[in-house]
């Protein structure tokens, strides 16, 4: 059984929302790190956004630019679910999107050390369109 399994994925149109979920079968939200990352055709895979449980403080949660403002990383414990909640959805957002996690470490984070994530799902694809 898959460690990671994505969903909520779909057509959506320009200024629409959508909330992507991750649920995790094993994996302790508060000892993982847990990323979204999309792939559209010819493109490099990009992360999206991420969060790591910090020793001290706050998690940290990192954004890429595009999405500052518009997107969400959220977790739900009782339910094992890492949200993306997407919204103002633009035909750019569209891709493939996965969810990702790696045992969260001292002196790493999920946006620097984005070469940590090594468990993902299979995705689930958003596409934005009129």
């Known amino acids: 059984q898959d460690r990671l399994v994505e969903s909520g994925g779909g057509l959506a149109q320009p200024g629409g929302s959508l909330t992507l979920s991750c649920q995790t079968s094993?994996?302790?939200?508060?000892?993982?790190?847990f990323g979204w990352f999309r792939q559209a055709p010819g493109k490099e895979r990009e992360e999206v956004t991420c969060i790591s449980p910090m020793e001290f403080g706050p998690a940290h949660i990192y954004y890429v630019d595009s999405v500052k403002g518009r997107f969400t990383i959220s977790k739900d414990k009782s339910k094992k679910t890492v949200y993306l909640q997407m919204e103002r959805l633009e035909p750019e957002d569209t891709a493939m999107y996965y969810c990702?996690?790696?045992?969260?470490?001292?002196?790493?984070?999920?946006?620097?050390?984005?070469?940590?994530?090594?468990?993902w799902g299979q995705g689930t694809q958003v596409t934005v369109s009129s």
């Open positions: 990702a996690s790696y045992f969260q470490t001292i002196g790493t984070r999920c946006d620097i050390n984005s070469d940590l994530f090594h468990i």
């Open positions: 094993d994996l302790s939200l508060d000892l993982y790190a």
